[in-house]
């Protein structure tokens, strides 16, 4: 049998695809990572299966849909009656490792936003497992390895194999005050790092960003380099074995807050950055959704501290472009880091390099910070390469594909048959084609400002238009990106473009069913 290369995927978390040199940023420097693209493919038309977290890093790991995974929304850990590739790859006789970001559960330790059923007077309520339609196995302690409390304890170490991992270090939460296992490592190098954590200690600056955090902690101590660093010693442990390897390195940035540590928050200026159009367009009037956001803002009702969306003026969104190029670029330079321990060891000629985001970030397109119910190309389009010393190189594919590929195009390349029911594809990188239209899902426990209570989207993109629709409301959106890439003018209601939104919405139905799960098959006939 041939020898089955090594993996390393390099996912960053809310990392729109434009933000890299080989995308096209006329600013932002990335040579590490434009060397992969350099040595591969690019992907121009990679999508999301569902713009947040935790449903598209479920996505991610087990090859299909949220609808069908079960991880529809942020707050909902992924079940073990879910197969992983990760789990697949174990198998079939690889050594897999996480190094950074999981978030396949839940790591705020906050309860959920969605208050319970009230009980009608003279009316029974059974409890749990019977108080939901699906049982669940949440109360396992196994679904709290990535909350506070698990951290907090003696020694925490998080349970092996973990969704498939025999190895893992992990990072929790996001900027200078992430936890899990990067908490020891910094303690060891600094034994004041505590005291330079968060708002309350930041170093002094002018920018008035939502969440513009100057951290005081060193670049040499922050979560990026412990990152780094550990997924070098990994590799660097197995340079004398014989079995292939899977390894995720993982980043929880450029994610807010932004607080690109030392050197990289003076990289970029935000006078250097382009103005978003929506700034200077005279001929646009924010869609209802994206109004509801301004007027909260306005109102002093947003939560400027969060993670949902939030309405920003000019400054603001220059500041934060600005501040995530530093993140990016320190990102850049771990890369650089780990792909140098494959040259050391000798795997630089086994093993394929993948680089991809869970979701992206407005960073003030449409006049919007963060992510949220919006649907725009900015959230939804992530940076997708794949260099493999066996495959082409310095090319550019407008192949459409999702994050749910990916794990079926490693199995692929590594002559591993798919579980059946896992609905990710083959993409061209490993024989396969790419999608018609990718299909994203985006369901949320946060209250929307403009779509209420458990906001849900849909949404279909087919290579030119995208079409989004959303649950218990009328309006809807239809952009043609070929004539209107940034997304300012909505079709849907012009009488002009009635035959593309009957098109499209036929397609999302097909999607729609295409989605529904395979698995688990009949066991027998009835």
């Known amino acids: 049998m041939p020898k089955r290369p090594n993996f390393i995927l390099f996912i960053t978390d809310q990392h729109r695809a434009d933000f890299l040199g080989c995308y096209g940023h006329p600013v932002l420097k990335t040579p590490n990572i434009d060397r992969l693209a350099g040595s591969g493919i690019r992907f121009d038309k990679f999508y999301v299966a569902s713009p947040v977290c935790m449903p598209n890093r479920a996505s991610l790991m087990t090859c299909r849909m949220p609808s069908s995974h079960g991880v529809r929304a942020n707050g909902i850990p992924l079940e073990r009656?879910?197969?992983?590739?990760?789990?697949?790859?174990?198998?079939?006789?690889?050594?897999?490792?996480?190094?950074?970001?999981?978030?396949?559960?839940?790591?705020?330790?906050?309860?959920?936003?969605i208050e319970p059923p009230v009980t009608r007077p003279d009316h029974f309520r059974a409890d749990w497992p019977l108080d939901q339609s699906v049982r669940t196995e949440y109360r396992d302690?196994?679904?709290r390895v990535e909350e506070p409390d698990f951290w907090d304890g003696p020694q925490p170490k998080v349970p092996t194999p973990f969704y498939g991992f025999d190895h893992v270090e992990l990072v929790t939460g996001h900027g200078d005050a992430a936890g899990g296992d990067y908490v020891q490592w910094v303690a060891d190098r600094d034994a004041d790092a505590a005291s330079k954590i968060g708002i309350k200690n930041q170093l002094p600056h002018d920018y008035s960003c939502p969440q513009a955090v100057r951290t005081a902690v060193a670049p040499e101590h922050?979560?990026?380099?412990?990152?780094?660093?550990?997924?070098?010693?990994?590799?660097?442990?197995?340079?004398?074995?014989?079995?292939?390897?899977?390894?995720?390195?993982?980043?929880?940035?450029?994610?807010?807050?932004?607080?690109?540590?030392?050197?990289y928050w003076d990289m970029y200026k935000p006078q250097e950055m382009a103005l978003p159009a929506a700034f200077a367009a005279n001929d646009w009037t924010p869609p209802f959704h994206v109004a509801a956001a301004i007027r909260e803002r306005e109102e002093g009702r947003a939560n400027l501290a969060g993670m949902g969306t939030v309405a920003c003026s000019a400054r603001e969104a220059l500041e934060a472009r600005a501040l995530t190029c530093g993140l990016i670029a320190m990102i850049d330079d771990a890369v650089g880091t780990v792909v140098s321990s494959l040259d050391r060891t000798g795997r630089a000629d086994d093993t394929v390099k993948i680089f991809t985001s869970d979701h992206g970030d407005h960073l003030g397109d449409h006049g919007l910070l963060?992510?949220?119910?919006?649907?725009?190309?900015?959230?939804?389009?992530?940076?997708?390469?794949?260099?493999d010393p066996e495959?082409?190189?310095?090319?550019?594919?407008?192949?459409?594909?999702?994050?749910?590929?990916?794990?079926?195009?490693i199995l692929e390349r590594a002559m591993i048959e798919a579980p059946v029911g896992m609905q990710g594809i083959r993409l061209p990188v490993a024989g396969g084609e790419g999608r018609s239209a990718a299909l994203i899902q985006y369901d949320h426990q946060k209250t929307d400002p403009a779509f209420g209570p458990q906001p849900r989207v849909h949404t279909l993109h087919d290579g030119r238009w995208r079409l989004s629709i959303y649950?218990?409301?009328?309006?809807?959106?239809?952009?043609?990106?070929?004539?209107?890439?940034?997304?300012?003018?909505?079709?849907?209601?012009?009488?002009?473009?009635?035959?593309?939104?009957?098109?499209?919405?036929?397609?999302?139905?097909?999607?729609?069913i295409a989605a529904v799960d395979r698995a688990p098959v009949p066991t027998g006939q009835a």
Do not use: C
């Not at 009656?81 to 999981?102: D, W």
């Not at 550019?396 to 590929?405: N, P």
């Open 81 to 113: 009656r879910n197969v992983t590739f990760v789990e697949v790859l174990k198998a079939a006789g690889y050594e897999t490792a996480l190094i950074g970001k999981s978030h396949l559960q839940n790591f705020s330790g906050r309860p959920s936003m």
């Open 471 to 512: 649950q218990g409301t009328d309006f809807g959106e239809l952009y043609d990106l070929e004539t209107d890439p940034e997304e300012l003018h909505n079709l849907f209601d012009v009488p002009a473009a009635v035959s593309e939104k009957v098109r499209l919405m036929e397609m999302l139905a097909r999607a729609e």
């Open 391 to 409: 495959g082409k190189t310095g090319e550019r594919s407008d192949a459409i594909g999702q994050t749910l590929d990916i794990g079926t195009t």
């Open 222 to 263: 922050y979560s990026t380099t412990f990152i780094a660093e550990r997924a070098t010693k990994w590799i660097e442990d197995r340079a004398d074995s014989d079995k292939p390897f899977f390894l995720m390195v993982s980043w929880p940035d450029p994610h807010h807050p932004f607080n690109p540590p030392g050197k």
């Open 141 to 143: 302690p196994f679904f």
């Open 370 to 387: 963060f992510k949220g119910a919006e649907q725009y190309e900015q959230i939804t389009r992530v940076p997708f390469i794949w260099s």
